[in-house]
């Protein structure tokens, strides 16, 4: 039996993983989100979570000594995130390397939030996905770990940033995410009219930047008594921004099996709402558990996984820090 240990710093969770190669189970696994340090600043402040990435991560990898002597290879997120936190991941996976002389897989974090949905199963593919994370919003079709094409993405805000950057403007901490979905439950989403993005367009890709700035004109001249409104109404259009894309590209794309990752996945109007747009299709809807639809190290072991089998190591000179790399 050998195992991977799997390192992910790629933004604001510390975490580490170990999975079983031969079983793909998750034998350890522990993250330290740093949430309610970036909290007071709305969003996350880089060199912050690079510090508080420093302390975690030798605290966490303390654990991980028993299970040292099996281990076959060592996994990071080295693309994309944030430049000085993935290289504390990075750094700390290559000194493990060293010491012990392991093989180093290098992982794309976009990849990893694909298999989130693989944790402990086996791999299953085709299937269309959506990716909703703090950095990204994106339409793939994957086919499997080298077949993967981005069919629309975000043209400035992400969905989950979106989230983040109005939760900001109501003073409700960070992350927006859960944050305006408990909000927006009390709240009448017809009540402020923002438009849907893009609706006039025909192209495939996402904008949220036009949304956010109709929300904080209205969060303006709003009181905070209408702030559950303004949550509701604007949770609406960013969901429904998603469901006329993937309308109309299901047009001429049926699905037949698709997926929604990443940590905004865990919206349940936007679940409700992807839900009611696959059932005429009668396609198949793939979620990862609620726990690893946020950041963790256990999707970024899954990754490890699927290339150690395939012999795709990383050299230790090759394995850098790719912040803006996509798929
Ligand atoms: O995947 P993730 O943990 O980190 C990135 O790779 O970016 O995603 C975090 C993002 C944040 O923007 C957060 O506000 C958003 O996911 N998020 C949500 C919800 N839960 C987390 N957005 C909308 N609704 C939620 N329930
Ligand atoms: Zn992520």
Do not use: W
Not at 53 to 77: N, Q, R
Not at 208 to 217: D, Q, T
Not at 303 to 314: H, K, P
């Amino acid at each position: 039996m050998g195992y991977i240990l799997a390192i992910e710093s790629s933004c604001d969770d510390s975490a580490i993983a170990i999975t079983e190669i031969e079983t793909l189970k998750l034998v350890f696994h522990k993250k330290i989100s740093q949430e309610i340090e970036h909290s007071i600043y709305g969003g996350v402040v880089p060199e912050l979570a690079a510090r508080l990435h420093a302390e975690a991560l030798p605290k966490i990898l303390e654990e991980c000594a028993p299970y040292f002597d099996k281990l076959k290879a060592v996994a990071v997120t080295s693309s994309p995130g944030l430049a000085v936190t993935l290289i504390e991941g990075v750094t700390m996976a290559k000194a493990i390397a060293v010491a012990l002389n392991l093989p180093l897989i290098g992982v794309n974090h976009l990849i990893g939030h694909i298999y989130s949905l693989f944790i402990e199963k086996e791999e299953m593919f085709p299937m269309t996905v959506l990716l909703v994370s703090g950095g990204h919003t994106q339409v793939m079709e994957v086919q499997g770990l080298h077949a993967i094409t981005t069919i629309a993405k975000s043209m400035d805000d992400s969905f989950g940033e979106s989230f983040d950057k109005v939760a900001k403007m109501m003073g409700l901490g960070y992350p927006g995410g859960p944050l305006i979905q408990e909000l927006a439950k009390e709240g009448d989403r017809t009540r402020y009219p923002f438009t849907v993005p893009l609706a006039q367009s025909s192209a495939l890709a996402f904008s949220y930047s036009g949304l956010k700035n109709a929300v904080r004109l209205a969060v303006e001249t709003a009181s905070e008594a209408d702030y559950k409104d303004i949550a509701a109404s604007f949770e609406h259009i960013a969901v429904a921004h998603l469901i006329q894309k993937l309308k109309k590209y299901f047009k001429t794309n049926p699905p037949k099996r698709f997926a929604i990752v990443g940590g905004a996945s865990a919206n349940l109007y936007l679940r409700a709402q992807l839900e009611a747009l696959l059932k005429p299709y009668k396609a198949e809807l793939l979620l990862s558990e609620l726990k690893y639809c946020s950041d963790n190290a256990a999707m970024i072991g899954r990754v490890a996984v699927a290339m150690y089998n395939e012999g795709l190591f990383t050299p230790m000179s090759e394995l850098e820090v790719t912040p803006k790399s996509t798929i």
